[in-house]
């Protein structure tokens, strides 16, 4: 049976081995003068520095300066790190759907289930190893683009914990391609043909995925909230990564005045009407800046939750799968 998978599918192995070389090929050197760039401008001390609270503040401003030269120049990879988290989908669409939809659409099932190879078996063997190099190909998937996006992360405030990055690196992409991969197959066992199949995993994983980063990614841990007074010389000291869920500003009595705002006014100054600051937008005493944000250092946590989450996904999945296999005419 293993023998007649590889036979099966060497293919789509040898076009993800091309399409691999191909996407190294663009993007290493992409990496690499983001690398130099990144060094070039200092930024690795910055990123040092920059997780301290006592920080001075003319070196916060060189390295903010450094950091938004950075981001002008490669801000715009940002938009092909967005086109990159269809890999797994892809992986879904190609190895997944068509695994049983493919051989029950053409009958050969019946050719293979008649041979002594019972249902379970065949069903177990061919998952596992497609499962294997699944895996495998989104090990070193996850790996390079870690290696790839860690420039553009640390130049970003919301820094590993952001939509886009955080899906690209780490242990995360095992999680969704396992996850793509076996939405592939479970609904290849419903439909039983290739085309209906892959577009239900198509709306199945970006439907999924994009309910997970929305509503369950934030409350993965409880939030913190930051707290600091509209009168002051400075903002609040937060760690450069920190991923900001909420700000806004809040009068005396914790109500919500302005949201996704900010009011920071030097002490005792008034506007031209000779109000408080901040009272013509409706500020009044007592009131207080307001944020809640995820910190930085709950990068693995996280990753290590989602990745959990989508594992548990693709083996019901699997199961499921093979229930219906059993039910197969």
């Known amino acids: 049976m293993i023998w007649l998978t590889w036979r099966q599918h060497r293919k789509q192995v040898l076009f993800t081995l091309i399409g691999f070389a191909v996407l190294a090929a663009l993007m290493i050197p992409i990496g690499l003068s983001m690398r130099h760039t990144f060094a070039d401008l200092g930024l690795p001390d910055c990123v040092r520095q920059m997780t301290r609270a006592d920080v001075a ?61 019972g249902r379970t078996q065949w069903a177990l063997v061919k998952f596992g190893v497609v499962a294997a190099a699944t895996v495998t190909a989104a090990i070193c998937y996850g790996l390079g683009m870690s290696w790839w996006v860690t420039p553009l992360t640390h130049a970003a405030h919301e820094g590993r914990l952001g939509v886009v990055v955080f899906d690209l690196q780490g242990i995360a992409p095992i999680g969704y391609t396992l996850f793509a991969v076996a939405l592939g197959i479970f609904a290849g066992t419903l439909w039983r043909r290739m085309l209906p199949a892959m577009a239900v995993t198509l709306a199945g994983f970006v439907g999924v995925r994009a309910a997970v980063a929305i509503l369950a990614r934030p409350h993965y841990r ?108």
């Open 222 to 329: 409880p939030a913190r909230t930051l707290t600091f007074p509209v009168e002051g010389t400075e903002g609040p000291r937060m760690t450069r990564g920190d991923w900001i869920l909420s700000s806004g500003v809040r009068d005396a009595n914790g109500k919500l005045v302005m949201a996704d705002a900010q009011v920071v006014c030097p002490p005792g100054v008034r506007g031209p009407s000779g109000a408080a600051c901040g009272a013509d937008l409706g500020v009044g005493p007592g009131a207080y800046n307001w944020q809640l944000y995820q910190p930085a250092g709950r990068f693995w946590l996280f990753q290590g939750i989602e990745t959990g989450i989508f594992v548990v996904l693709a083996l019901l999945l699997l199961y499921l799968a093979i229930r219906r296999i059993r039910r197969i005419a």
């Open 57 to 117: 503040p003319a070196t916060m401003d060189t390295c903010d300066a450094a950091f938004r030269r950075f981001t002008n120049r490669y801000g715009s990879l940002n938009l092909v790190a967005v086109l990159l988290l269809v890999l797994p989908m892809l992986v879904g669409l190609f190895w997944g759907a068509p695994l049983v939809a493919r051989e029950v659409e053409h009958g050969t099932h019946r050719l293979v289930w008649t041979q002594g190879v």
